[in-house]
């Protein structure tokens, strides 16, 4: 059973591989001038960073058969509260808004896997959803619904994080001869190798896979099962902290209004890379691949000109598919039981 569950999770990863690398190729003919260039794809890895921080958290709350609605928020949030304390405090220190901007958004995190554990809601659609609103609104409160700035003003160590890249050389005149690899981006692989080792290895990491695949067996061996649910929140509110600080050098400013699509973009990542909704599915470099097929998506979309409209239709587009990939899977899946058990 185990050899099969791995030949089938291989074989997700690999169609979804197999799709990012048709569209390249796609994008590639189309606009063999722009998509191909080097800086072009470093530029992909830069705008995957955001989206596979905040998916990596969202896959554990998948794994768990719940949800997490209120990642985009909560990263806009801790971008905010960076934001704030640099403008109206004076806090210059990198190290220091780092962890106040993390505090915030894990706290939030903590809240959710409370109000989903200790009140028994009935799924955690509800508490995220209503999360979603509330933080949201604290960030504008605290912004004033205004953007802030993070260029020239002294935090050029956070932002370090998001904007810049490492292994940049350059040519005789000065121009640049390879951009170098985002820093964003080799963070994202650290993160999802110690995701990797975490859900593969640690008696956690597969007590989270249970609770989400078979809650009663969860239950009758002994499993904290509140506890994991709590942990798993917790730990997606953190992970939305990190693609907060990511996003303060990528878009070198603090706005109530931005991440309207972190949360659809982070679920289509997951699902696409092999997650299910119905729980005890998912893999972290399944996640990686969905969530560059997204941004490649997007970059593609920009580069040949389309409106936010039409982006808006083409990424609800393949949610869509991938929700019903997931539907036609399980039901498969669930009829293979059925005639196994015959």
């Known amino acids: 059973m185990k050899k099969n569950n791995s030949a089938k999770e291989l074989l997700q990863k690999l169609g979804t591989l197999m799709a990012l690398i048709i569209l390249i190729v796609i994008f590639c003919v189309i606009m063999p001038d722009k998509f191909p260039r080097v800086s072009n794809v470093m530029n992909i890895l830069k705008q995957a960073s955001i989206n596979c921080l905040i998916a990596s958290g969202m896959l554990c709350a998948l794994i768990t058969a719940g949800i997490d609605l209120s990642v985009g928020s909560n990263c806009v949030l801790c971008t905010c509260t960076i934001g704030v304390l640099m403008q109206n405090f004076g806090i210059t220190n990198a190290?220091?808004?780092?962890?106040?901007?993390?505090?915030?958004?894990?706290?939030?995190?903590?809240?959710?896997?409370?109000?989903?554990?200790?009140?028994?809601?009935?799924?955690?659609?509800?508490?995220?959803?209503?999360?979603?609103?509330?933080?949201?609104?604290?960030?504008?409160?605290?912004?004033?619904?205004?953007?802030?700035?993070?260029?020239?003003?002294?935090?050029?160590?956070?932002?370090?994080?998001?904007?810049?890249?490492?292994?940049?050389?350059?040519?005789?005149?000065?121009?640049?001869?390879?951009?170098?690899?985002?820093?964003?981006?080799?963070?994202?692989?650290?993160?999802?190798?110690?995701?990797?080792?975490?859900?593969?290895?640690?008696?956690?990491?597969?007590?989270?896979?249970?609770?989400?695949?078979?809650?009663?067996?969860?239950?009758?061996?002994?499993?904290p099962s509140k506890n994991v649910l709590t942990f798993v929140y917790t730990l997606s509110g953190f992970m939305a902290g990190m693609a907060g600080i990511v996003s303060v050098g990528r878009l070198a400013s603090a706005n109530g209004n931005a991440g309207s699509t972190y949360d659809n973009d982070a679920i289509a990542a997951c699902i696409v890379g092999g997650a299910s909704f119905t729980g005890g599915k998912g893999t972290i470099w399944g996640t990686l691949i969905g969530a560059l097929l997204m941004a490649v998506i997007r970059n593609g979309l920009n580069l040949m000109g389309a409106s936010n409209d039409i982006q808006y239709i083409v990424i609800g587009a393949v949610i869509i598919l991938a929700v019903t990939i997931d539907v036609v899977r399980n039901k498969m899946e669930a009829k293979a039981r059925k005639m196994a058990a015959a």
């Open 95 to 223: 190290f220091l808004l780092a962890i106040c901007g993390l505090a915030v958004s894990t706290f939030a995190g903590f809240i959710n896997g409370t109000l989903l554990t200790r009140l028994d809601l009935p799924h955690p659609f509800v508490s995220t959803m209503g999360m979603k609103n509330v933080l949201w609104g604290i960030a504008l409160v605290i912004t004033g619904s205004k953007s802030i700035g993070f260029t020239n003003q002294g935090v050029d160590a956070l932002m370090w994080i998001g904007g810049s890249s490492i292994g940049t050389t350059y040519n005789a005149d000065g121009t640049v001869n390879f951009p170098g690899i985002p820093v964003s981006f080799i963070l994202v692989i650290i993160v999802f190798i110690l995701f990797d080792i975490f859900l593969k290895k640690s008696a956690l990491g597969r007590q989270i896979y249970c609770c989400g695949g078979n809650p009663e067996a969860a239950r009758l061996s002994g499993i």
